[in-house]
């Protein structure tokens, strides 16, 4: 069984950084690609960013300049850094990776940008 680990999130004032981090465990094969996805009250999970097996990435347009995906599939890794944070980034973020065409989640890590 494929687990995931996240970890970073937290409180930050507008313009501020976070990173966040996610490893996972369990997988015999490296991961097709991972992402972080995003969820407020209400709304629907929404794609933040992705990187593929082969180190492609893509960042939905609202994030684009700021935030920056990154990760090994062979070391189980990926990370999130986001830069120039908003109040309307505050969320839930999720690690989600896809191994032989299966999706698997993180717990979720809650970002809070306020002053």
């Known amino acids: 069984q494929v687990q995931l680990v996240e970890s970073g999130g937290g409180l930050v004032q507008p313009g501020g950084s976070l990173r966040l981090s996610c490893s996972f465990s369990?997988?015999?094969?490296?991961?097709?690609?991972m992402s972080w996805y995003r969820q407020t009250p209400g709304k629907q999970r929404e794609l933040v960013a992705s990187?593929?097996?082969?180190?492609?990435?893509s960042y939905a347009p609202t994030v684009k300049g700021r935030f920056t995906i990154s990760g090994d599939s062979a070391q189980s890794t990926v990370y999130l850094q986001m830069n120039s944070l908003k109040p309307e980034d505050t969320a839930v973020y999720y690690c989600g990776v896809n191994i032989i065409l299966t999706w698997y989640w993180g717990q979720g890590t809650q970002v809070t940008v306020s002053s």
């Open positions: 990187i593929s097996g082969g180190g492609a990435t």
């Open positions: 369990g997988n015999s094969v490296n991961a097709n690609a």
